[in-house]
Structure formats: C-alpha cells, structure tokens
T-cell receptor, first 114, second 109 residues
Framework: DGGITQSPKYLFRKEGQNVTLSCEQN?????MYWYRQDPGQGLRLIYY???????QKGDIAEGYSVSREKKESFPLTVTSAQKNPTAFYLC?????????????FGEGSRLTVL | GQNIDQPTEMTATEGAIVQINCTYQ??????LFWYQQHAGEAPTFLSY??LDGLEEKGRFSSFLSRSKGYSYLLLKELQMKDSASYLC??????????WGAGTKLIIKP
C-alpha cells in the first residue's frame, strides 16, 4: 500500500543526545515536510524539501537538521542544540497539482526528553 | 504578521449540526484547508477552498469568504467518530501553510 512511514512512533531521549526520526514514503511525491506539533499550537514547519538533494529551513529550523539523498526518504535529526525538543513530529508529503497544500501525513513520532 | 484563529474547543450532540469558524490573516492567499486529526493520530485532509462560496462533501461542507478572511467547516448529522480536532490552514503567497491551533470537537450522545 502507498503511504508514509515514520519511525519510531515513540522515542525517549536524554538531554544532550542527538536523535534521528525516520520518514519514508512510496507515494512518489517530490515534496516532503517536517512539522512539529505542541499542545495548543498550530503545526510549525521545521524543514521542507521540494526535490532530492535540496531542502529549505522552515520557521523553526534551529536545533534540527535534515537530508534528502533519496526521493523516498527525508530523515530529521533533533540535535542537542534544540532546547525544547519534547513534541509530536509529523512528516508529510505533498501531491503536486492545483490544490497545493493537500498534505499526506505519516502517523507521527512522539519524542520525549527525560 | 500571519495569523489563524479558531475556537479551542466545541461541544455538540450526536445527530446535530456544528459549525467551526476560522479567521485568517496572511501575506497573500492561495486557499484555505481543513484537516481532521483524531487524538494521537496524523491529520487527514478534509477540504480546500480558494474561491468564495460553499463546497459540499457528504456530511461535511466548507465555506470561504476571501473579503472577510473567514471560513467555516460545517458538520451535519454528527457521529461519535467525528470527535476529533479540526485544523484550519491558510496557504500564503509562497504556498506555505499557516496553521491554526485546532478546534477540539467533543460529541456527546
């Protein structure tokens, strides 16, 4: 089945550790996004990539890094520089077309810093 | 600045109708989206409006007024499974989505 797979679903991290969240898609979509969701706030864009080997910072990129070496994969690394990393992280792809903005989301990864 | 406002929480009764409002201010505008998100799950696309007026999809309808910077999502014949958060998002001049914090809809029997 076509879809977006995020892993792990739950992750616990000690302060000072880097962690990498995986996002894999088989929808053949070019554009991929990473969002962060906190209680009482809208989704906030961390990074996005419109094409392989290219990515752009979103509104809250500090303390995060990404790579886009393959069309199918867009991993997000949460570094120790991210001061408040506990959150729900969502990966999404975008189907090209007139209704730009119709996103397909993975099931999310919940990161907790202990 | 860019901003999306929607109520934090609403309660409605099974079988009834509920309207969730959303106002937006963006730099440029390329459409208004509604997503549904059940607790602990990913958002799923519900509707898209770029022209003024009402778009109907089964029990769900979405309305847009560009001049007022206003949209609403109308849910009819409410079912218990409609209990979820409803996210409003506006596409700005760069086709980036600006998201509201979401409206938690509680359905009571």
């Amino acid at each position: 089945d076509g879809g977006i797979t995020q892993s792990p679903k739950y992750l616990f991290r000690k302060e000072g550790q880097n962690v990498t969240l995986s996002c894999e898609q088989n929808l053949n979509h070019d554009a991929m996004y990473w969002y962060r969701q906190d209680p009482g706030q809208g989704l906030r864009l961390i990074y996005y990539s419109q094409i392989v080997n290219d990515f752009q910072k979103g509104d809250i990129a500090e303390g995060y890094s990404v790579s886009r070496e393959k069309k199918e994969s867009f991993p997000l690394t949460v570094t120790s520089a991210q001061k408040n990393p506990t959150a729900f992280y969502l990966c999404a792809t975008e189907e090209p077309g007139l209704e730009a903005g119709e996103l397909f989301f993975g099931e999310g990864s919940r990161l907790t810093v202990l | 600045g860019q901003n999306i406002d929607q109520p934090t929480e609403m309660t409605a009764t099974e079988g009834a109708i509920v309207q969730i409002n959303c106002t937006y201010q963006t730099s440029g505008f390329n459409g208004l989206f509604w997503y549904q998100q059940h607790a602990g799950e990913a958002p799923t696309f519900l509707s898209y409006n770029v022209l003024d007026g009402l778009e109907e999809k089964g029990r769900f309808s979405s309305f847009l007024s560009r001049s007022k910077g206003y949209s609403y999502l109308l849910l009819k014949e409410l079912q218990m499974k409609d209990s979820a958060s409803y996210l409003c998002a506006a596409s700005d001049s760069n086709y980036q989505l600006i998201w509201g914090a979401g409206t938690k809809l509680i359905i009571k029997p």
